[in-house]
């Protein structure tokens, strides 16, 4: 049985350095080439219940340094409880230099809220380029400009890093949750330089306003209440000849509200895996082969250091798969100024691999709710 388990294992092993070593190389063939031409831009956020959130977002937005009669922002009310509304409505009474529209949504769709919020914005803009991002994000001046920048005519999507960095990270949860974070941007920009990225994430991302409609939006993704920004990404792979383009570049980092608890990160960490069997049948295969890797880490490591097996293997394969996936992080990380957070790298390795045994499992089992406290 232990034979058969570690003639897998190292299978998996060399496959897995495959991969990471290819990751590792796609950092550095991301294209350096520039777009020139300021396209109109409408940024397009769904908002609910974001009372506290909102005003810090559209001082950031009325801040950019992208021409002000190049891009408008369209805020999507998702039937607030609160007093996101009028903070809207007080925001735009004393600014008048930024064009901010308001939008308020009528009826909700419990199956995909987001999407239906977001739809809505979008039949609202009148901009080459959607930019979207979150309420409780805060971009920095130079985001609308730097996202744009990378829209050469072959480029239909652009995907940037959203770090948990409001406020910044004090404790060991907010570190692991920024490394979490980095490690999946990473993933995202070195698969990026290959010409196919792997994923994205909806606080950070761009695409033409003609690709959401080639595609024909979110209408074959609409049953999934998540996935406005990687199921996307994945229809377009799919249904499109558009390259994806992702930017490490500081000066577009969008830092977005920490989670305040591990309920949260727990139901949005559910949310996430719950994705894993409605990608295409290669990713699947892939996330597969990942996922067996890391059970069979997960069970032959205690096993051997129970005593039940003889042989040590299986720690020579943590050994390997630290030390590339730590070089590969680095090279990301030093490129986004973001080092800080690989101090805790060692310890956040150990946890790593019950994380990703569980949390893919119970993705397939366990109902989340969509915003908890």
Not at 24 to 41: A, C, D, M, W
Not at 122 to 129: N, P, R
Not at 155 to 172: C, M, N, R, T
Not at 298 to 314: D, K, Q, T, V
Request: hydrophobic content about 45%; aromatic content about 12%.
């Amino acid at each position: 049985m232990f034979s058969i388990a570690y003639i897998v294992l190292f299978l998996l092993t060399g496959f897995y350095i495959i991969c990471i070593t290819v990751l590792l190389l796609g950092l550095f063939r991301i294209p350096e080439k520039r777009n020139l031409v300021q396209y109109s831009v409408s940024v397009v956020v769904a908002a609910r219940n974001e009372q506290d959130n909102i005003l810090p977002l559209l001082q950031a937005l009325a801040d950019q340094t992208y021409p002000a009669e190049k891009y408008k922002v369209i805020i999507v009310d998702d039937m607030s409880e609160d007093k996101t509304v009028l903070n809207v409505q007080t925001f735009l009474e004393k600014n008048k230099t930024i064009n901010i529209k308001l939008i308020q949504t009528t009826t909700r769709n419990v199956q995909s809220p987001k999407k239906q919020a977001l739809e809505l914005g979008i039949q609202h803009a009148d901009g080459e380029i959607l930019l979207l991002t979150d309420a409780d994000c805060v971009p920095p001046t130079g985001w609308i400009g730097g996202m744009v920048s990378r829209f050469t005519p072959d480029v239909g999507l652009v995907a940037g890093y959203s770090p948990y960095e409001i406020p910044k990270p004090d404790g060991f949860f907010s570190w692991l949750l920024a490394l979490d974070t980095l490690s999946l941007a990473s993933v995202a920009a070195g698969s990026s330089g290959w010409g196919k990225m792997a994923t994205c994430n909806g606080r950070n991302l761009a695409y033409r306003k003609k690709v959401f409609r080639q595609v024909d939006g979110f209408s074959n993704i609409r049953q999934f209440i998540s996935g406005d920004d990687d199921l996307l990404l994945q229809q377009i792979h799919k249904h499109t000849d558009w390259k994806t383009c992702y930017v490490i570049d500081p000066a577009t980092v969008v830092p977005t509200l920490r989670l305040k608890s591990f309920k949260q990160f727990f139901h949005q960490r559910i949310r996430h895996a719950s994705k894993g069997l409605v990608y295409t049948k290669k990713k699947i295969i892939f996330l597969s082969a990942i996922y067996l890797f890391n059970l069979l880490l997960f069970l032959l490591i205690p096993a051997e250091l129970l005593g039940f097996s003889g042989n040590h293997s299986a720690f020579l394969c943590l050994l390997f798969k630290s030390m590339l996936e730590f070089i590969f992080m680095y090279v990301f990380a030093i490129q986004i100024k973001r080092g800080k957070y690989l101090m805790i790298f060692p310890l956040a390795e150990i946890l790593h691999i019950p994380y990703v045994v569980v949390f893919a499992a119970l993705g397939q089992f366990v109902q989340f709710k969509w915003k908890t406290k």
